[in-house]
């Protein structure tokens, strides 16, 4: 069992602790921080969906050319792979 002293000295790291922790950043950088962090989940939703239309497209008219093998399906499936690959370069170059 503790006594009076370890009692009081836990306390106090305790305290310490707390205070340490409440202030190791001020609120003007957790509001910061928090505006970063909307901004980024902003941009992940933004560029989600914009990949998913991406994809969705691409896939349909690959499967457009895989099952009608023509000059004119392959021609829209590579001009569709090429903006798929730039999307991706360009998102990425914004994260």
């Known amino acids: ?4 002293a370890g009692i009081l000295h836990l306390l106090l790291f305790s305290f ?8 190791a950043q001020s609120p003007l950088e957790a509001v910061n921080r ?4 909307k901004k980024a989940e902003k941009f992940l939703v933004e560029a989600e969906e914009v990949l998913r239309v991406a ?4 896939s349909k008219v690959s499967w457009t050319y895989s099952t009608n093998i023509t000059e004119h399906n392959e021609k ?8 798929n690959c730039a999307l991706h370069v360009y998102l990425g170059s914004l994260s």
């Open 76 to 83: 829209l499936k590579i001009e569709e792979e090429e903006i």
């Open 55 to 58: 994809a969705e497209k691409l």
């Open 16 to 23: 310490a602790l707390l205070f340490l922790s409440i202030h």
């Open 1 to 4: 069992m503790m006594n009076q």
């Open 34 to 37: 928090s505006n970063e962090e």
